[in-house]
């Protein structure tokens, strides 16, 4: 089991940054890739994005591309999550989970789970 706590979240202002933290602790390596989801008032849980611990190899979703860097420090056992020009749809609360797979991108990919961080874009 892997235990996740996400750090970073807030309010941030229309066109600026965001940078999340995850740390993880537990027995990490056997859940090889982690990933990113949000979920906004009344919606799924979206995926964001995913790293594999090992290779740092990432994947994102077309609808994120270019926007979101997810980055990992092996050392720390904590995984970024950077994203750029946020808009009021970024609004949500972020978690990060710990999976395996080939580019998980569902939740039922992933079995730990953060507790989440909100984050709020202000326009």
């Known amino acids: 089991q892997v235990q996740l706590a996400e750090s970073g979240g807030g309010q941030v202002q229309a066109g600026g940054s965001l940078r999340l933290s995850c740390a993880a602790s537990g027995r990490v390596f056997e859940h090889y890739v982690m990933g990113w989801f949000r979920q906004a008032p009344g919606k799924e849980r979206e995926f964001v994005g995913c790293?594999?611990?090992?290779?740092?190899?990432?994947y994102y979703p077309e609808s994120v591309k270019g926007r979101v860097t997810i980055s990992r420090d092996n050392v720390k056992n904590t995984v970024y999550l950077q994203m750029n020009s946020v808009n009021p749809d970024d609004t949500a609360v972020y978690y990060c989970a710990a999976g395996t797979g080939y580019r998980p991108s569902t939740p039922r990919d992933y079995t730990d789970w953060g507790q989440g961080t909100q984050v709020i874009v202000s326009s």
């Open positions: 790293i594999y611990w090992s290779s740092g190899i990432t």
